[in-house]
């Protein structure tokens, strides 16, 4: 139970960073996703946390046509976490190495530039080549925004639970031995 506590207080805390003011792009649930699957074990909760997080955040900062897309894209990331954390030693997420970490973060962030601009494109551009090329470019920018963003968030999270657990023995969760291997 203090373990379950932790994690869900730490996701608290940086779905809160969301409401603070910071750069377009650079906000903490892509990382929330990504530590949900990897942390928050099988089951709904793993996917409840993030989408929590973003109709918390979506209320505050407005609604919009492409919210399915979004939604979608942080799934996937949920999804990311779930089989980086199966790969880890043991099932063990403290045991996560630094590049499936780093990988998965990286794979986090593309997929959802690719997608959600995919769609930002459908919606908003000439359905033709020179559209998406023109879509894919203005958002250009917005992309380091979104992998800085999940990449410090991804550090801020994994990192703290990585420190507490070598600091409080009762935050360690027992190895998970016995799953199927899923693709």
Same mark, same amino acid.
């Given at each position: 139970?203090?373990?379950?506590? $932790?994690? @869900?207080?730490?996701?608290?805390?940086? =779905? #809160? &960073?969301?409401? !603070?003011?910071?750069?377009?792009? @650079?906000?903490?649930?892509? =990382?929330?996703?990504?530590?949900?699957?990897?942390?928050?074990?099988?089951?709904?909760?793993? #996917?409840?946390?993030?989408?929590?997080?973003?109709?918390?955040?979506?209320?505050?900062?407005?609604?919009?046509?492409?919210?399915?897309?979004?939604?979608?894209? $942080?799934?996937?990331?949920?999804?990311?976490?779930?089989?980086? =954390?199966?790969?880890?030693?043991?099932?063990?997420?403290?045991?996560?190495? !630094?590049?499936?970490?780093?990988?998965?973060?990286? %794979?986090?962030?593309?997929? *959802?530039?690719?997608?959600?601009?995919?769609?930002?494109?459908?919606?908003?551009?000439?359905?033709?080549?020179?559209? !998406? %090329? !023109?879509?894919?470019?203005?958002?250009?920018? #917005? *992309?380091?925004?979104?992998?800085?963003?999940?990449? $410090?968030?991804?550090?801020?999270?994994?990192?703290?639970?990585?420190?507490?657990?070598?600091? *409080?023995?009762?935050?360690?969760? =027992?190895? @998970? &031995?016995? #799953?199927?291997?899923?693709?």
């Amino acid at each position: 139970m203090p373990r379950w506590v $932790f994690l @869900v207080t730490l996701v608290v805390l940086a =779905a #809160l &960073s969301r409401s !603070l003011p910071h750069p377009q792009n @650079v906000t903490p649930i892509g =990382a929330i996703a990504l530590f949900s699957g990897a942390a928050l074990g099988r089951g709904m909760l793993p #996917l409840t946390i993030p989408f929590l997080c973003l109709i918390a955040g979506d209320a505050l900062v407005g609604f919009h046509i492409l919210m399915p897309v979004v939604y979608a894209c $942080f799934a996937i990331n949920v999804w990311l976490g779930r089989r980086m =954390a199966r790969r880890a030693p043991e099932g063990q997420v403290e045991r996560i190495g !630094l590049g499936s970490l780093a990988g998965t973060t990286l %794979a986090g962030s593309i997929q *959802f530039f690719l997608v959600t601009n995919l769609a930002n494109w459908w919606a908003f551009y000439p359905h033709d080549g020179a559209g !998406l %090329a !023109l879509c894919y470019a203005n958002a250009l920018p #917005l *992309f380091g925004n979104t992998l800085l963003g999940d990449a $410090f968030f991804v550090a801020v999270l994994f990192g703290s639970l990585a420190w507490a657990e070598g600091r *409080f023995p009762i935050l360690r969760s =027992a190895p @998970v &031995s016995g #799953l199927p291997e899923q693709a």
